[in-house]
């Protein structure tokens, strides 16, 4: 199998991004219950409580934008993080179809642990990074994000035809 993923490198790169996805939730779901944090946060909350971090009370579309998420995936998360009782959710007074997002105290309380465990996770993907491989590694990333947004707005476009 390594000589065909070798004469084919075109593969490689979603293998290793999905093994490296998997990887990085197994890491994550550890250190959740090491901390003792995995009563109150769980795998897929951090964009939308790093989003609110920065600027809370802001509503779901401008989250959504902000991460390059799409409206049916926002929808889901801010349930989820609503569910886990780390924010509130009310109807913008000046746009009622909008919904506004913001950190309960109890979301507020964790800020500490989750910019502490962040860190650690970074330091620990970089760890034998230069920083000139970081600061690349972090824009490859968000290059191939964005690449991937751009596909699936195509898909979404063509509902979900494969032909051009």
């Not at 890491?27 to 090491?34: I, P």
């Not at 600027?55 to 390059?68: N, V, Y």
């Not at 007074?93 to 800020?111: N, Y």
Request: charged share 30%; glycine share 6%; net charge neutral.
């Amino acid at each position: 199998m390594s000589k065909q993923i070798a004469k084919e490198p075109e593969f490689q790169i979603s293998l290793f991004l999905g093994r490296a996805y998997y990887s990085y939730l197994g890491m994550l779901g550890r250190l959740l219950k090491a901390r003792g944090l995995d009563k109150h946060l769980k795998p897929g909350v951090g964009n939308i409580l790093f989003a609110l971090f920065r600027e809370d009370d802001r509503t779901a579309t401008e989250i959504g934008a902000a991460l390059g998420l799409a409206r049916s995936t926002m929808a889901r998360l801010v349930d989820k993080v609503r569910q886990l009782g780390l924010v509130t959710t009310r109807p913008d007074p000046e746009d009622g179809r909008a919904v506004r997002i913001s950190l309960t105290k109890e979301a507020r309380s964790l800020m500490p642990d989750c910019f502490e465990l962040a860190n650690h996770i970074e330091s620990t993907i970089c760890r034998d990074f230069s920083p000139e491989e970081r600061e690349s590694f972090a824009d490859l990333l968000l290059r191939a994000t964005s690449n991937i947004t751009d596909e699936l707005k195509i898909l979404d476009e063509n509902k979900f035809s494969t032909t051009p």
